[in-house]
């Protein structure tokens, strides 16, 4: 449906109640489209969590890399570094 200006100042909540039916209205002024009211887009579903358990692992050395990789950061030459304790792992969970 396409509306001048003035109709649509007119009109405004009433168009406004067609569009949040679903319906596109374009205001035109003299005859040239330069708007656009169009529904909002309806809410994104609610996510669901665990749906990929099971379908995604992590390696155990993940988060470790390979000491010629590191060298590299540090021009060649690893510092002398201590590192603290590594946690314990988790256990797994039974299904």
Not at 4 to 11: G, L, Q, S
Not at 57 to 76: K, T, V
Request: aromatic letters at 6%.
């Amino acid at each position: 449906m396409t509306v001048n200006i003035h109709e649509a100042k007119t009109h405004f909540s009433k168009l406004l109640s067609r569009v949040a039916k679903g319906e596109e209205v374009v205001i035109a002024k003299a005859g040239t489209p330069v708007a656009r009211l169009v529904p909002l887009a309806g809410k994104s579903k609610q996510r669901q969590l665990g749906t990929e358990r099971g379908k995604i692992w992590m390696a155990p050395d993940f988060d470790e890399l390979p000491p010629e990789f590191l060298q590299a950061f540090y021009g060649g030459r690893l510092p002398e570094v201590e590192h603290p304790p590594r946690p314990p792992k988790r256990a797994k969970r039974k299904r």
